[in-house]
């Protein structure tokens, strides 16, 4: 029977393995003070890297994982409607306004929740307070200072007022703006871009009439652009990702709960790339595009402020902005395109339960929480990636939600890397509030680490935009590639010293055979050499010229094993017992920082990849091999990513690759992937099917979606695509992504 898959033989159970290695003693000129274990020798007399150099180390794996709910304590905020919930770093979330539902008050208060006591307290604040409102704007910029923009007070007036709050002092500011202050509004959607604050749809007027427009705000003159037509919406998200504004869910001009997703292309627009302008120039910039300017109702400037507002006041009135639009605004200046999403098993419903959407790496999720309107198997994490268009499920609702609870507001840190659920108990006898303690609104917080779940975070850098749907999947998958020093750097990888490249040290791996003798014969230093690699006998591949300045730097083993002078600090060699494409693409990792696939194109590479940032304890190569690997699953590799996976403790991916495998079984079990997992393996894998399942094929397949089943919608080879601004496109195309789409 095979040996157990542990850390010391995984790589050589998938990929093949070389020949024994012999252990000896430790080298005399290692350290009797060593941090990192002894170094072992091969019959060429370079050295082995151990497989497992951190003892006794905690697993770093998602075994088990679920968001822990915490109880809050102090002035915990009750039963707020339409309030703003943000994360404002240091640990602290930040909660204004909103309309209690119990007393139908309307308030202007500033609440923030310590994440480390889990403690809410009432913030005293100075300076120009703005008045109560609800359905607003918070935006957190540059870190320290809060944006609120728009909503309604207690009187049902739409405002259109910015007041920016100052979270180190306390204090709030009224800026004096200038241009043509959009319509008021409530529930819109805001976002950031280049110092220029986006505003997107809401509702406005007595008939809360949906806005469908786009305007920004230049944040270093305070001016406000004009409104141009966009997409009518309210209660939706917005977000700004390769020069493109993604507009997604929220509530239809008809009060349809939908699923369309809009964007609209700012780049190469002279409108949204320079400062706003307004008067006689832009009324000339207009009439050149065809589109008259809308007339302007002007009235004088408001007595106190441009906010509409008194100092220190509640409630107190003024006249409206003075540049308020009257007429309905021109189309938005570039392409403007939507999709509509049909149906799919990765798809989420939208017109059913409570969904959160908010934004990390280019990517959208949606959280579908517990309600009583929705079956709590219909709960789910589901992330849509902004450049492919497709959708994934990251988590099933019974993993994610503890039952029990209603959540009510999200909120996500500006690294992109946590997001919270806010919200309360729904059973008042599960619940230690006290009487009517269940209608405690912010009552409870559930913190959600997406790097579990193998999100990168907003550090991520979108590649130049093309025609991603059309490219294979390692193409058009984003990840961020090599440069500055990284690229720089990486010239100088694998150089023979001959060829002055600097390089001092030299790395050996098992000889796969992947590789053309030619290539490595014209690499080689000497005559000597080219006999060793190219002998029939041997296991060794040629060797990976680095510098140990790079290894030390970014390599915390290795510095650990260098620092303590063991056998490698003398010899200059190290061996490390893997595969020579996935040792290569290591090393290569360790000068760019980046797997990016024309770096390392091979999914079975990154699994292998994955295994060492394992071993070697190193979470960033961690995270970036679980994000690949996930976003590009497919049959030729689904079982080596499942069994590396397990392997290196990624039980989330390993889950995402086991229920794969399963809904193309019969696709899976005759790639060679499946071929090469070892028999202990292959009893793993069928352990993985529910105690309920069992086989299906043929038309009964087309029920559960398999093989992109179409009968319930569930797959289908035509997309209709855009190809411009309000135009649509028919084209045939072959899909497996299970998934139908409506572009226009």
């Given at each position: 029977?095979?040996?157990?898959?542990?850390?010391?033989?995984?790589?050589?159970?998938?990929?093949?393995?070389?020949?024994?290695?012999?252990?000896?003693?430790?080298?005399?000129?290692?350290?009797?003070?060593?941090?990192?274990?002894?170094?072992?020798?091969?019959?060429?007399?370079?050295?082995?890297?151990?497989?497992?150099?951190?003892?006794?180390?905690?697993?770093?794996?998602?075994?088990?994982?679920?968001?822990?709910?915490?109880?809050?304590?102090?002035?915990?905020?009750?039963?707020?409607?339409?309030?703003?919930?943000?994360?404002?770093?240091?640990?602290?979330?930040?909660?204004?306004?909103?309309?209690?539902?119990?007393?139908?008050?309307?308030?202007?208060?500033?609440?923030?929740?310590?994440?480390?006591?889990?403690?809410?307290?009432?913030?005293?604040?100075?300076?120009?307070?703005?008045?109560?409102?609800?359905?607003?704007?918070?935006?957190?910029?540059?870190?320290?200072?809060?944006?609120?923009?728009?909503?309604?007070?207690?009187?049902?007036?739409?405002?259109?007022?910015?007041?920016?709050?100052?979270?180190?002092?306390?204090?709030?500011?009224?800026?004096?703006?200038?241009?043509?202050?959009?319509?008021?509004?409530?529930?819109?959607?805001?976002?950031?871009?280049?110092?220029?604050?986006?505003?997107?749809?809401?509702?406005?007027?007595?008939?809360?009439?949906?806005?469908?427009?786009?305007?920004?705000?230049?944040?270093?003159?305070?001016?406000?652009?004009?409104?141009?037509?966009?997409?009518?919406?309210?209660?939706?998200?917005?977000?700004?990702?390769?020069?493109?504004?993604?507009?997604?869910?929220?509530?239809?001009?008809?009060?349809?709960?939908?699923?369309?997703?809009?964007?609209?292309?700012?780049?190469?627009?002279?409108?949204?790339?320079?400062?706003?302008?307004?008067?006689?120039?832009?009324?000339?910039?207009?009439?050149?595009?065809?589109?008259?300017?809308?007339?302007?109702?002007?009235?004088?400037?408001?007595?106190?402020?441009?906010?509409?507002?008194?100092?220190?006041?509640?409630?107190?009135?003024?006249?409206?902005?003075?540049?308020?639009?009257?007429?309905?605004?021109?189309?938005?200046?570039?392409?403007?395109?939507?999709?509509?999403?049909?149906?799919?098993?990765?798809?989420?419903?939208?017109?059913?339960?409570?969904?959160?959407?908010?934004?990390?790496?280019?990517?959208?999720?949606?959280?579908?929480?517990?309600?009583?309107?929705?079956?709590?198997?219909?709960?789910?994490?589901?992330?849509?990636?902004?450049?492919?268009?497709?959708?994934?499920?990251?988590?099933?609702?019974?993993?994610?939600?503890?039952?029990?609870?209603?959540?009510?507001?999200?909120?996500?840190?500006?690294?992109?890397?946590?997001?919270?659920?806010?919200?309360?108990?729904?059973?008042?006898?599960?619940?230690?509030?006290?009487?009517?303690?269940?209608?405690?609104?912010?009552?409870?917080?559930?913190?959600?680490?997406?790097?579990?779940?193998?999100?990168?975070?907003?550090?991520?850098?979108?590649?130049?935009?093309?025609?991603?749907?059309?490219?294979?999947?390692?193409?058009?998958?984003?990840?961020?590639?090599?440069?500055?020093?990284?690229?720089?750097?990486?010239?100088?990888?694998?150089?023979?010293?001959?060829?002055?490249?600097?390089?001092?040290?030299?790395?050996?791996?098992?000889?796969?055979?992947?590789?053309?003798?030619?290539?490595?014969?014209?690499?080689?230093?000497?005559?000597?050499?080219?006999?060793?690699?190219?002998?029939?006998?041997?296991?060794?591949?040629?060797?990976?010229?680095?510098?140990?300045?790079?290894?030390?730097?970014?390599?915390?083993?290795?510095?650990r094993l260098y620092n303590a002078q063991m056998a490698e600090f003398h010899t200059k060699k190290m061996h490390i017992p893997s595969p020579y494409t996935v040792v290569k693409a290591f090393l290569y990792y360790l000068y760019t920082d980046s797997i990016h696939p024309r770096d390392?194109?091979?999914?079975?590479?990154?699994?292998?990849?994955?295994?060492?940032?394992?071993?070697?304890?190193?979470?960033?190569?961690?995270?970036?091999?679980?994000?690949?690997?996930?976003?590009?699953?497919?049959?030729?590799?689904?079982?080596?990513?499942?069994?590396?996976?397990?392997?290196?403790?990624?039980?989330?991916?390993?889950?995402?690759?086991?229920?794969?495998?399963?809904?193309?079984?019969?696709?899976?079990?005759?790639?060679?992937?499946?071929?090469?997992?070892?028999?202990?393996?292959?009893?793993?894998?069928?352990?993985?099917?529910?105690?309920?399942?069992?086989?299906?094929?043929?038309?009964?397949?087309?029920?559960?979606?398999?093989?992109?089943?179409?009968?319930?919608?569930?797959?289908?080879?035509?997309?209709?695509?855009?190809?411009?601004?309000?135009?649509?496109?028919?084209?045939?195309?072959?899909?497996?992504?299970?998934?139908?789409?409506?572009?226009?």
């Amino acid at each position: 029977m095979a040996q157990p898959s542990t850390p010391a033989n995984a790589l050589h159970s998938i990929f093949g393995s070389g020949a024994p290695i012999q252990l000896s003693n430790q080298n005399q000129h290692s350290s009797s003070t060593a941090v990192a274990p002894g170094s072992a020798t091969s019959s060429n007399n370079t050295f082995l890297m151990p497989n497992s150099p951190v003892k006794g180390r905690q697993s770093s794996g998602n075994y088990n994982y679920r968001p822990k709910v915490t109880r809050t304590l102090g002035q915990r905020p009750a039963c707020l409607v339409n309030a703003s919930v943000t994360y404002c770093g240091n640990n602290q979330i930040y909660a204004f306004g909103g309309f209690d539902q119990y007393t139908d008050e309307v308030y202007n208060h500033v609440l923030k929740l310590d994440m480390v006591s889990h403690q809410w307290s009432l913030v005293d604040n100075y300076g120009d307070i703005p008045g109560v409102r609800m359905g607003h704007t918070a935006t957190l910029y540059q870190g320290d200072k809060l944006l609120i923009f728009g909503g309604e007070n207690e009187h049902r007036t739409y405002l259109s007022d910015l007041i920016i709050f100052d979270l180190k002092t306390a204090h709030w500011t009224q800026p004096a703006v200038s241009g043509p202050v959009p319509k008021g509004r409530a529930r819109h959607a805001t976002v950031l871009h280049d110092d220029k604050l986006f505003i997107v749809g809401g509702i406005t007027g007595h008939n809360n009439y949906v806005l469908d427009d786009i305007c920004y705000l230049d944040l270093k003159t305070f001016t406000w652009s004009r409104a141009w037509k966009f997409v009518g919406r309210f209660d939706h998200s917005v977000y700004l990702w390769g020069d493109r504004v993604w507009v997604f869910g929220g509530l239809s001009e008809d009060m349809d709960k939908i699923g369309d997703i809009w964007w609209l292309d700012l780049k190469g627009s002279p409108a949204f790339d320079s400062a706003p302008v307004f008067g006689s120039l832009d009324r000339q910039a207009s009439l050149s595009r065809g589109s008259p300017r809308p007339p302007f109702t002007i009235a004088p400037p408001p007595a106190v402020g441009s906010s509409g507002y008194a100092a220190n006041s509640s409630s107190a009135q003024v006249n409206p902005p003075s540049f308020q639009l009257t007429a309905s605004p021109p189309v938005a200046p570039g392409a403007i395109s939507s999709l509509k999403f049909m149906s799919g098993p990765n798809v989420p419903a939208q017109g059913s339960g409570m969904h959160f959407h908010v934004y990390t790496s280019g990517t959208l999720l949606d959280f579908v929480t517990p309600t009583t309107t929705i079956n709590p198997q219909e709960c789910c994490l589901s992330s849509l990636e902004l450049d492919t268009l497709r959708w994934q499920k990251l988590a099933e609702g019974r993993e994610l939600f503890k039952p029990g609870y209603r959540w009510h507001y999200c909120t996500m840190n500006e690294e992109g890397t946590k997001a919270w659920l806010l919200g309360c108990p729904n059973d008042p006898t599960a619940t230690d509030l006290g009487p009517g303690g269940f209608e405690e609104y912010l009552s409870d917080i559930m913190e959600i680490d997406l790097r579990r779940y193998g999100l990168l975070g907003n550090n991520l850098v979108p590649e130049p935009r093309a025609e991603m749907s059309r490219l294979p999947s390692a193409d058009r998958t984003v990840l961020q590639s090599s440069k500055g020093l990284g690229q720089d750097l990486a010239k100088l990888f694998n150089q023979a010293p001959e060829t002055g490249s600097g390089t001092d040290f030299t790395i050996t791996a098992q000889k796969d055979g992947d590789w053309d003798d030619d290539e490595f014969v014209s690499s080689m230093a000497s005559q000597e050499q080219q006999s060793i690699w190219l002998s029939p006998n041997a296991t060794t591949s040629p060797p990976i010229y680095v510098h140990k300045l790079i290894l030390q730097a970014r390599w915390p083993h290795f510095a650990r094993l260098y620092n303590a002078q063991m056998a490698e600090f003398h010899t200059k060699k190290m061996h490390i017992p893997s595969p020579y494409t996935v040792v290569k693409a290591f090393l290569y990792y360790l000068y760019t920082d980046s797997i990016h696939p024309r770096d390392c194109g091979d999914l079975n590479d990154v699994a292998g990849l994955l295994v060492l940032s394992d071993i070697y304890n190193i979470p960033h190569l961690r995270l970036l091999c679980v994000n690949r690997l996930s976003k590009e699953l497919d049959v030729d590799h689904a079982c080596t990513i499942w069994h590396c996976a397990g392997t290196a403790n990624e039980d989330w991916l390993r889950r995402t690759a086991a229920n794969f495998c399963l809904l193309h079984w019969g696709r899976v079990v005759r790639t060679q992937g499946f071929l090469k997992l070892p028999r202990n393996a292959l009893v793993e894998l069928s352990q993985e099917i529910d105690m309920e399942g069992r086989v299906v094929g043929g038309e009964e397949l087309e029920y559960v979606g398999g093989l992109g089943g179409a009968r319930f919608g569930f797959g289908g080879a035509t997309r209709k695509a855009s190809i411009g601004s309000y135009s649509t496109q028919h084209i045939e195309s072959e899909t497996d992504e299970n998934e139908e789409m409506e572009m226009s």
